[in-house]
């Protein structure tokens, strides 16, 4: 899909947010335990009778019924009468499964570049979704904007009812008011569940995205065994961040992520905190880019096609030793600063996501001997993201959905209710 054209001739208003009609609500990063949430998450799997939901949730068979006579009634499950065994003695045996072409969320990740905006459906299947430049403008102008282009993305899903908007952003985020602090992109309280709430009239959370990725290794996973224990993610691209998981839930710190941004590398480039080295400003897909233009490793063009961090991929991958040499190098870097934050938290498991770990595929074996090498504790159980190169869309998507899957019911009320 492309972008929705946008008016630049004029500074967008921002819409009246005193009592915004849809105030922000917290995301819920968690697995969470009440029964409606066990039920519909057996759901997302697929086809499942209430027997077969009942030992995969540990419920009884009687609050398995209930509760998925609740979650139809809600319009949350549909039966899936087509399925059922035929020539079968007694009852019919109905599988139920959740309903995935009534609804959408929408989910939006604003980059400290490009804004990838995103619909998904109740079992967190992404639908479809566009990019945009992230507006360099003022924190109220750029967020309308970006809102405004939602609500253009979204108005074409004519056949979908809309429940809930979910946000993810670098910075510090208050996810009761849905205010931001992004250093990056230079914002203070930026309002944005009050701007995205009053544009779009939906539900919306707001959540800090490396935390929002976390979430979706937790929550985003049918099929799939859950794991116990702790985790640690590690994300890296233009920003880099860190989360905690922690027994089926994300950690997040009442004062906000912690920040691996200027964690010491020992490269000699310069960041703007004035000191030399620091992870963000060495490994961040612009600095690299900028390395790269100014070495003539990658050729330097005018715009409106400007050099990108997939042209210094291509001239690797095409046999340059010095682009080879320089994301290799970023691999090493990536290598020792994870296994030194893994040290300090000794996880059962580390997760890396974000496109520094994967879009240059043979940086990726780099990573983990430089990771092997560099850490103290015995071998660690290390993967990449199952999300590869859509980590950003995913943590968008689970910021939209986390509510519906801690408390389904409640949530459904709240998505549906009459506007103000």
Not at 112 to 141: E, F, H, K, M, N
Not at 149 to 163: E, G, I, M, V, Y
Request: proline share 7%; aromatic share 4%; glycine share 10%.
């Amino acid at each position: 899909m492309t972008s929705p054209t946008l008016e630049r001739s004029s500074t967008p208003t921002l819409p009246a947010r005193t009592v915004p009609s849809r105030p922000a609500v917290p995301a819920e990063l968690r697995i969470a335990d009440n029964p409606a949430a066990a039920v519909l998450r057996a759901a997302t799997r697929g086809p499942i009778f209430r027997d077969s939901a009942a030992q995969a949730t540990g419920l009884s068979i009687a609050t398995v019924n209930r509760q998925v006579s609740a979650l139809l009634s809600a319009g949350l499950l549909r039966e899936r009468a087509d399925l059922t065994a035929s020539g079968a003695v007694g009852r019919p045996r109905v599988p139920f499964e959740v309903d995935t072409d009534s609804f959408a969320t929408l989910g939006v990740h604003i980059g400290a570049t490009v804004t990838r905006i995103i619909a998904a459906d109740l079992s967190g299947r992404i639908l479809g979704g566009l990019d945009i430049a992230t507006p360099q403008a003022g924190q109220d102008a750029a967020l309308t904007i970006i809102a405004r282009s939602a609500k253009a993305f979204l108005d074409r899903l004519p056949r979908r009812r809309p429940l809930w908007t979910g946000v993810a952003l670098a910075g510090r985020v208050d996810p009761a008011g849905g205010l931001v602090d992004h250093p990056r992109l230079g914002w203070q309280a930026a309002p944005v569940g009050a701007v995205f709430g009053t544009v779009l009239d939906l539900p919306v959370s707001v959540s800090a995205h490396v935390e929002a990725m976390a979430a979706a290794e937790l929550l985003l996973t049918s099929g799939e065994e859950e794991r116990p224990g702790s985790s640690l993610y590690i994300y890296a691209r233009e920003t880099a961040g860190v989360a905690v998981t922690l027994h089926d839930r994300v950690h997040t710190p009442t004062n906000g992520p912690g920040s691996i941004a200027h964690l010491p590398t020992g490269s000699d480039v310069e960041c703007s905190c004035g000191r030399r080295g620091c992870l963000e400003a060495t490994v961040g897909e612009a600095a690299l880019l900028g390395r790269a233009v100014r070495a003539g490793i990658v050729p330097k063009r005018e715009a409106p096609r400007r050099p990108a961090i997939g042209d210094l991929y291509r001239v690797a991958e095409s046999g340059s030793e010095p682009a080879r040499s320089l994301l290799l190098e970023r691999a090493d870097i990536l290598g020792r600063s994870a296994a030194l934050i893994r040290d300090m938290f000794n996880p059962d498991r580390v997760v890396l996501g974000g496109q520094a770990f994967t879009g240059y595929r043979p940086g990726i074996d780099r990573v983990a001997k430089a990771f092997a090498q560099s850490t103290a504790l015995p071998q660690a159980d290390l993967r990449i993201s199952r999300f590869g190169g859509r980590v950003q869309e995913h943590a968008a998507a689970v910021t939209s959905l986390s509510v519906f899957y801690a408390d389904p019911l409640s949530a459904m009320r709240r998505a549906t209710r009459t506007p103000r």
